[in-house]
């Protein structure tokens, strides 16, 4: 009997604290916000479960906003394997642009050490 009332209380813990919830409910509290790390952590919470959309957006904002090019590769990489076929296409968009804009930046630290000035 203990270990039932145990478990429940587990279970119901982790409900409460967010589990309950769906990838769905989550990234829509990511696109209701405007502060950019509250916007971070809902649409991760909805990319680690699966949310191809959230991943997409989670890539972009990473990249853009962060300048984290590795974990932007990441989420745009799975989302790119997604079922998704909307998320699937924008994904594959961006990682173009993500190899682009590292590409710049590799050759922008290139010309410096040769002396020139950006």
């Known amino acids: 009997m203990k270990k039932t009332i145990l478990l429940f209380g587990c279970i119901f813990g982790l409900f409460l604290a967010g589990c309950?919830?769906?990838?769905?409910?989550?990234?829509?509290?990511?696109k209701r916000t405007r502060d950019i790390?509250?916007?971070?952590?809902w649409y991760e919470k909805a990319a680690e479960r699966g949310h191809a959309v959230a991943q997409v957006e989670?890539?972009?904002i990473l990249r853009d906003e962060k300048g984290d090019f590795e974990k932007?590769?990441?989420?745009?990489?799975?989302?790119?394997?997604?079922?998704?076929?909307?998320?699937?296409?924008?994904?594959?968009?961006?990682?173009r642009t993500l190899d682009s804009?590292?590409?710049s930046g590799a050759r922008e630290r290139e010309m410096r050490e040769y002396g020139f000035h950006l």
């Open 20 to 30: 309950g919830e769906s990838a769905e409910k989550m990234y829509e509290k990511g």
């Open 37 to 41: 790390s509250e916007k971070i952590q």
């Open 58 to 60: 989670l890539g972009i």
């Open 72 to 95: 932007a590769e990441k989420w745009l990489r799975k989302a790119a394997a997604s079922n998704d076929e909307n998320a699937k296409s924008r994904a594959n968009i961006n990682l």
């Open 101 to 103: 804009m590292k590409r």
